[in-house]
């Protein structure tokens, strides 16, 4: 038996508040909107009930967002990939945003259990002045729980179409990749936290933005094994290979602060449900 499902949701301005409406289909859905920063931006939790994804299994979530209004999505726990039998488990994310519009997308964790084939799309339709931050975390199996990640496969998949494309592809059996010190040296654990726009962003800011995720690596333990560029004048991205999650979430939560405050001059309002 698969669990398909689907979940829409639309963020638009309403007198001077950002509020959401939502359509799903199967276990997929958000909670009540909360408004710990004000009216101006929508706080929402996307829970997924069956609380992980076996093989055939499809979450697909489309998420809009209007002129002037600021969405900000995350989960409640980690995205799980269950074992399969052959066919591929697939999330897939699509994140479409008009003039002036702003997202967060920040959902915690993807972990990979042994012998999962499992597959994770997101991709970003941002129109000219639509800005975005979000990021992406994957863990390769439980080693600290002696379930190490060594069948299985899994394909990750970033792209604004035209601007900024991230593929990778990952076999348990590939050795040379997991062990590699040019690969992934052993880590369990990579992440990245980006900022994408619809328009290029001017130099100064773009210096800006770097050096506040410079500063927040300098002081950081995993800063051996994290880097901060910009591929090209819409995007910036910081990748991280760490032994475990805890330490590359604690690296992604603070450059997002770094540069929500820089970038868009506001404080870190953590979404609530990540102090529970």
């Known amino acids: ?29 958000v909670l009540q909107s909360l408004y710990p920063e004000g009216d101006a931006v929508c706080h929402n939790v996307l829970v997924h009930p069956p609380g992980g994804l076996v093989g055939g299994d499809t979450l697909d979530i489309r998420v809009t967002a209007g002129a002037g209004a600021h969405g900000l999505v995350t989960t409640p726990g980690a995205t799980r990939f269950y074992r399969s039998e052959g066919a591929p488990a ?59 990640y060594v069948r299985g496969s899994f394909c990750q998949h970033i792209e604004m179409p035209g601007v900024w494309l991230e593929r990778g592809a990952i076999d348990a059996a590939d050795t040379r990749l997991l062990s590699s010190p040019l690969g992934l040296a052993g880590k369990t654990c990579v992440a990245s936290v980006f900022f994408a726009s619809g328009s290029a962003l001017g130099r100064e800011r773009r210096e800006l933005a770097l050096e506040s995720a410079r500063q ?61």
């Open 1 to 29: 038996m698969t669990w398909n499902a689907s979940l829409s949701l639309d963020y638009t301005l309403e007198a001077h508040r950002s509020v959401v409406r939502y359509v799903h289909s199967g276990p997929l859905r």
């Open 216 to 276: 927040v690596l300098q002081d950081h333990a995993l800063t051996a094994w994290a880097g901060v560029t910009s591929p090209n004048p819409q995007v910036l991205v910081l990748r991280v290979l760490a032994p475990q999650v805890e330490p590359a979430m604690d690296l992604l939560k603070k450059t997002w602060a770094a540069w929500r405050e820089a970038l868009w001059g506001m404080p870190a309002t953590r979404p609530r449900i990540w102090a529970m």
């Open 90 to 148: 697939v999330q897939r994310a699509h994140l479409s945003l008009a003039a002036g519009a702003r997202m967060e997308w920040l959902p915690l964790e993807a972990i990979l259990y042994s012998g999962c084939v499992a597959e994770n799309h997101l991709s970003l339709d941002l129109a000219p002045g639509a800005e975005l931050i979000g990021w992406d975390l994957t863990a390769l199996g439980l080693p600290h729980a002696g379930q190490p």
